[in-house]
């Protein structure tokens, strides 16, 4: 896996008005359940949708990949897209908030991505 993959995602999700994405580069730590996770928030349940399916597509159009599972679409309050080694996790705003996804992988190094 290169980091281009990564990009794909990221602009993806940008594409789509995705606020604060980062990757989390979890490989150092070893036990993790996947090499990567990217994260990004928006502020609508609709918004969360779109994200998620726009990578879903430029993951397939780009990188040949489909996604494996995905949960969370029904509520939208928080879409998780395995890729195996990426995991994409799309959330409402107040929901990322809550969760601090970011702060359970505080050693993780960490990539921001902007427009």
Not at 19 to 27: A, E, F, H, N, W
Not at 39 to 58: G, R
Not at 69 to 83: H, M, P, S
């Amino acid at each position: 896996m290169d980091n281009s993959t990564l990009k794909v995602i990221a602009d993806a999700m940008l594409d789509k008005k995705a606020q604060d994405v980062i990757s989390l580069d979890l490989r150092p730590i070893g036990t993790a359940i996947s090499d990567y996770f990217i994260v990004c928030n928006s502020d609508s349940a609709p918004a969360v949708v779109a994200i998620a399916d726009n990578v879903e597509e430029k993951m397939i159009e780009k990188c040949g990949r489909k996604v494996i599972r995905t949960q969370g679409k029904e509520n939208a309050f928080w879409v998780i897209l395995d890729y195996g080694e990426i995991v994409v996790h799309v959330f409402q705003t107040p929901y990322r908030s809550f969760y601090r996804l970011e702060d359970l992988w505080a050693d993780a190094d960490r990539t921001v991505y902007e427009e």
